[in-house]
């Protein structure tokens, strides 16, 4: 009898144990799409940290690892929300009241507790914001962004002799998903400047561990390879909080592998030979060789190739061509991209 009660009580600990784990576990999002995408950008990516992106292509990185408070729409470039849920500006024209959605996540990663990437709150945007305001050399961005904010010049100025004793005052923290920011001009467009990639939320850990190195963001992909190897390997963030209008979970792609290329010629034989999946801003000359050359590829209802302008907004002497089944790829006069909303069908 004591060894029949000393089992159950076993199997009753096992259980439980079991349960436990079980709630500990994090389902990831899943959507019916995937897919790899074979992308490219001009020039080497040194560093994706926001505050020291300094060119094109490290900010087109970025913007996939990162997220801000805001973000701009690729094709049309109006204003949409980051991991801002909402936000209003009072009578006053200075002070900008903004709600966090409180299912953000930070990519997983060592520098974190039990590696675990953590929830993202109000305290992420305040680091965020003095880390902009906090001079270096390597700190490109402070103005554009936050430079605007009550205070931020001062501490600014204050931080190239060291961490200012002070505080930036028009930042107030309201709880864990809401803030205030408050302005030294009116009706001044902060939204737009919080739209730029540069103002993306970053992790304290993360800079403390890895400096300019730090690729942990709470964007829509996980950067697994960032080198100087002429290769950039970034994988499905599948916890990644965002959704489309049919209620699928983004981003659509499973992996993009991105290579340095810089000439169009390059690009479109690499396009031709199957190992690239768009070639962006090619010439008009570059762009109507090829177009000849393959213009049975570009017929039919189900096309190999597609052509669109390079910046949809205006008229350019620069086109994208890519493979006929990819969607949701557009460029802009900003060169802002969202590989998020890409997918292949």
């Known amino acids: 009898m004591r060894k029949l009660f000393i089992l159950f009580s076993i199997f009753t600990i096992l259980l439980s144990s079991c349960a436990d784990n079980?709630?500990?576990?994090?389902?990831?999002?899943?959507?019916?799409f995937g897919g790899?995408?074979?992308?490219?950008?001009?020039?080497?990516?040194?560093?994706?940290?926001?505050?020291?992106?300094?060119?094109?292509?490290?900010?087109?990185?970025?913007?996939?690892?990162?997220?801000?408070?805001?973000?701009?729409?690729?094709?049309?470039?109006?204003?949409?929300?980051g991991i801002a849920k909402r936000w209003h500006v009072d009578t006053s024209g200075y002070v900008y009241t903004f709600q966090l959605y409180d299912n953000v996540y930070?990519?997983?990663?060592?520098?974190?507790?039990?590696?675990?990437?953590?929830?993202?709150?109000?305290d992420d945007v305040k680091y965020t914001i003095y880390f902009l305001a906090t001079k270096s050399d390597k700190n490109k961005n402070f103005f554009g962004t936050v430079d605007k904010i009550k205070g931020a010049k001062k501490y600014y100025e204050a931080s190239e002799k060291g961490k200012p004793d002070f505080e930036i005052e028009g930042f107030k923290k309201i709880d864990d998903y809401n803030f205030t920011i408050t302005l030294t001009s009116k009706n001044f467009p902060l939204i737009e400047f919080l739209?730029?990639?540069?103002?993306?939320?970053?992790p304290k850990e993360g800079?403390?561990?890895?400096g300019e190195n730090c690729t942990i963001g709470c964007g829509p992909f996980i950067a697994k390879n960032i080198s100087s190897?002429?290769?950039?390997?970034?994988?499905?963030?599948?916890?990644?909080?965002?959704?489309d209008r049919k209620d699928n979970f983004l981003p659509?792609?499973?992996?993009?592998?991105?290579?340095?290329?810089?000439?169009?010629?390059?690009?479109?034989?690499?396009?031709?030979?199957?190992?690239?999946?768009?070639?962006?801003?090619?010439?008009?000359?570059?762009?109507?060789l090829f177009l000849d050359k393959n213009i049975k590829s570009f017929e039919g209802e189900k096309p190999k190739y597609k052509i669109m302008p390079a910046n949809i907004l205006e008229n350019n002497s620069l086109q994208n061509i890519m493979l006929g089944d990819i969607n949701g790829f557009y460029t802009n006069s900003y060169n802002y991209i969202d590989l998020s909303l890409v997918y292949f069908k």
């Open 22 to 32: 079980k709630k500990e576990t994090i389902k990831l999002n899943e959507n019916n």
């Open 36 to 81: 790899v995408l074979n992308f490219s950008v001009k020039n080497q990516v040194k560093s994706i940290v926001p505050a020291y992106l300094n060119d094109v292509s490290s900010t087109q990185v970025s913007s996939q690892v990162f997220e801000g408070l805001i973000k701009f729409n690729p094709k049309n470039l109006s204003i949409e929300k």
């Open 106 to 122: 930070f990519h997983d990663d060592p520098c974190f507790s039990g590696g675990k990437g953590r929830n993202v709150t109000s």
């Open 195 to 202: 739209a730029n990639p540069a103002a993306a939320i970053v």
């Open 207 to 210: 800079i403390e561990k890895y």
């Open 229 to 243: 190897d002429k290769k950039i390997i970034l994988i499905r963030n599948g916890r990644y909080f965002k959704k």
């Open 252 to 288: 659509y792609l499973d992996t993009i592998n991105i290579a340095y290329i810089r000439t169009a010629q390059t690009k479109l034989k690499l396009l031709s030979e199957g190992k690239l999946d768009i070639a962006t801003s090619i010439d008009n000359e570059s762009a109507t």
